[in-house]
């Protein structure tokens, strides 16, 4: 049973070892100062505001900041041209 415990154990951590490929953002042809911009543009389009306030008999409290709306910046991202794709070309899946 120990031995059991102990592979299990064992193979927990090394699957926490497993690594992903890094994703870049990625046009063909493009240069670092129009990625910049896309990034920009499509980050200030999917930031959303985001509030909350509380009252109590003895107080109150409220909080405001910022998120941003992963879905919609991709989305933006994609619509300038920009894709998501494995930083390593040779990783990269034939089509």
């Known amino acids: 049973m120990k031995k059991l415990a102990v592979l299990f154990i064992g193979l927990l951590i090394l699957s926490g070892c497993a690594t992903t490929t890094p994703?870049?953002?990625?046009?063909?042809g493009a240069s670092q100062e129009e990625y910049s911009q896309a990034r920009y543009n499509c980050l200030r389009e999917a930031q959303q505001p985001v509030t909350g306030s509380y009252v109590n008999r003895y107080a109150g409290e409220s909080s405001g900041r910022l998120i941003t709306n992963n879905q919609l910046y991709s989305a933006c991202m994609n619509a300038k041209g920009w894709f998501l794709e494995p930083s390593n070309p040779k990783q990269v899946p034939l089509k």
């Not at 994703?23 to 063909?28: D, P």
């Open 23 to 28: 994703m870049v953002w990625y046009k063909s």
